[in-house]
């Protein structure tokens, strides 16, 4: 399994062996809770509108696209009434 900041590195520092699962997390602060999303086809995956280039970019270089391809988002109010995003890609490694 490998868990990585995906917008920290480069292909060349990633090393995950082939069909391992792999984990990529952003974190960001928001100051609305309604995330605006884009449908893509070609993965069958919505995408957060505003990471989108960032999104795809990780997923094309990293991940199969397979049924483990998979995005997930959890999203916490803070205590300066903004809120937390925190962004999870799972898939197998490409």
Not at 32 to 54: G, M, Q, R
Request: proline share 0%.
């Amino acid at each position: 399994m490998c868990n990585k900041k995906f917008f920290d590195k480069k292909k060349e520092e990633i090393h995950c062996e082939k069909n391992n699962l792999a984990f990529a997390f952003h974190n960001f602060e928001s100051s609305v809770s309604n995330l605006e999303y884009t449908f893509n086809k070609k993965l069958d995956i919505y995408l957060l509108k505003s990471y989108k280039n960032k999104f795809l970019e990780y997923i094309e270089n990293f991940c199969l696209n397979d049924k483990n391809l998979k995005i997930k988002e959890i999203i916490n109010k803070n205590k300066n009434n903004k809120f937390d995003v925190e962004v999870i890609i799972s898939c197998k490694f490409k």
